[in-house]
C-alpha cells in the first residue's frame, strides 16, 4: 500500500495482538507525525522492556531482577499461591487489594486446538514450589472461558493428592470473559468467595 519505511512500520504494527490493518495505519501515521523526543521515549521503552524485563525465577511474572517485586516483599505470606495465566493476571489481582500471598504465573492455559498441553505451562515448576509443603492453599484464577475452566480442573486434579485446599474464583465474573477486564469490584468478589474444588 505504502513505500518503504512506513508500510514496514505498518506491517510490523498490525502483528502486535489487537491492533488491525486500520489501527496500525493509523498509529503508523501518528507516530509519523508526532514530536521525535515522543518517538525516542516509545523506542527507549521498547528498546529497555526487551533488555531488563524478564520473568521472575520464582513464580514467572514479569521482573525487572532475578525475583519479581511481589516475590522479594517479606510482608506476604508464603502459604498460599494464587495460579495466573498470564503477568497481566497478577496486575489486575493486585488492584483489588484481597489478596496478600505469592502467585505462580501458568503462561497461558490449556488448549487442545491451539495445541497448547500442560507441558507448554510451567506447571511442572508450580508443582516443585508446591513439594517442600510450605504451601496449604492454591487458589485457582485462571481466566473464567474454556480454556480456564480446563485448566483450572486439571489442576485441581493434579494437586489432589498433595492435600492442600484448592479454590478457584467464584462466579460473578463474566463467563467467557477474561480476568484483566473484570472490573476491581466483581474481581474482589470472586477472590472473597472462592469456593473449593474437591479432586
Ligand atoms: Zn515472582
Redesign the pocket.
Known sequence: MYEGAIQDLIDELGRLPGVGPKSAQRIAFHLLAAESADVGRLVAALQRVQAEVRF?V??Y?V?EGE??R??KDPRRTDDVICVVEEPKDVVAIERTREFRGRYHVLGGAISPIEGVGPDDLRVKELMTRLMDGSVTELIIATDPNLEGEATAAYLARLVGPLGLAVSRLASGLPVGGDLEYADEITLGRAFEGRRRIDA
Open positions: 521472575c520464582t513464580c511474572n521482573a525475583q519479581c511481589i516475590c
